[in-house]
């Protein structure tokens, strides 16, 4: 049976809102206020804001080039491309990488939005009330040795994020970017609101930014540049599948800076409605993942209005693990759909049903499996290291690299709309100081 016509976004701020919602996720809300607090504050947002220029900006633009070019799923498309430009067919490596990479990641990602739907759950229901530091750790370690309950959370945000792929680019991407980003804004917003009223907000913005430089080392540089890499979803071929969806006249430049500021003023906005919850109730910035699964269910716990605020922050924190999410699963399910007979609906239940499975698995770490499956590892820890720390890396180190030395650089240079100056700007970034970058990135991910 003959495939429908490669599917296309109805407009530019659809697609703005698509990858916006793709780099909004768990790393903005989660890890990106508890990367400052252990980093130092404002020296680390300085250089995490260099990074994006110099490194996420060029990738980003470079996989979506591709993707456009391609016109379909990243596997396909590398593998077309590089044919057309005359390269080794190898370079298919590149795309297959950052499909497997995304569908892996999604595998434990849905578990942590399992915990995400956990704790809202538990905001409504007033369990973090009157808790001290003893009863909040002893929650999230319940649930941390509960196989059934991480198993079921794990289920129902895989079901969320499933149904909403199965309906398509239009009814189902859009549609519920179209929904949930700006819902996203709004609870962001009544949060920083709530956070001017507590007689902190001042300290948090000297926090974040009036920079202490004394703070900042070659580890501060480096985790900064790594954050910089992956809060875009760079090199998980999500980018290159989105890509696929956009028309010629979108202009790739102008829409990545649109995507970049607004995924960079979200994970601000969340250190702005984080960090004065926490200077007001005298705990400790610096208390990293647990930040937001321990910390700030204590201060929830223990102030006026704590169940409504901690209700809305879980929410956020739900509605940007989703929009991630279904970015993940996207790639997986465009490959399926290319290269098998299988509908649309059918792809993703496949694809799905897969990235369940396996996060069953990493899930079992925490309890009935947590002794060391490989390199001292278990599932949950194999899965982030291998993706993390190599797959996402490479892959978009392959990406930068065959947009900027294999592809013809003129065609490149006026599909970007470049003048002049930005032309030798662009190639020196491209070519030289975005790959190093990267470099870095993955050869201290395995120091």
Known sequence: MAKLAHAQWSSRMTFVLAAAGSAVGLGNIWKFPYMVGESGGAAFVFVYLLCIALIGLPILVS???????????????????????????AWAIVGISGIVGAFLILSFYSVIGGWSLYYTVNSVSGAFSGQDADGIGALFNGMLSNPGLLLL?????????????ARGVTKGLEGAVRILMPVLA??????????????????????????????????TVLAALGHAFFTLSLGMGIMMAYGSYLGKEIDLLQTARTVIIMDTVIALGAGLAIFPIVFANSLDVASGPGLIFVTLPLAFGNMGGGTILGLMFFLLLTFAALTSAISLLEPVVEFIEERTPLSRVMATVVAGVGAWLLGIAALLSFNVWSEPLLFELGVFDLLDTLTSKIMLPLTGLGAILFTAWCLERSSVEDELGLSATGKSVWNIIARYIAPAGVIAVFVTGLI
Not at 191 to 217: C, Q, V
């Open 63 to 89: 996989e979506w080039l591709l993707g456009r070019r391609g016109q379909k799923n990243p596997a396909s498309t590398m593998s077309e491309l590089a044919r057309t430009a005359k390269k080794p067919r």
């Open 153 to 165: 959370g794990h289920s129902v945000f895989m079901l969320l994020v499933i149904g909403i792929v």
């Open 186 to 219: 709004l609870l962001l917003v009544v949060l920083i609101g709530y956070g001017m009223t507590t007689g902190h907000f001042g300290e948090a913005l000297t926090y974040m930014f009036n920079p202490d430089w004394s703070k900042l080392t070659a580890e």
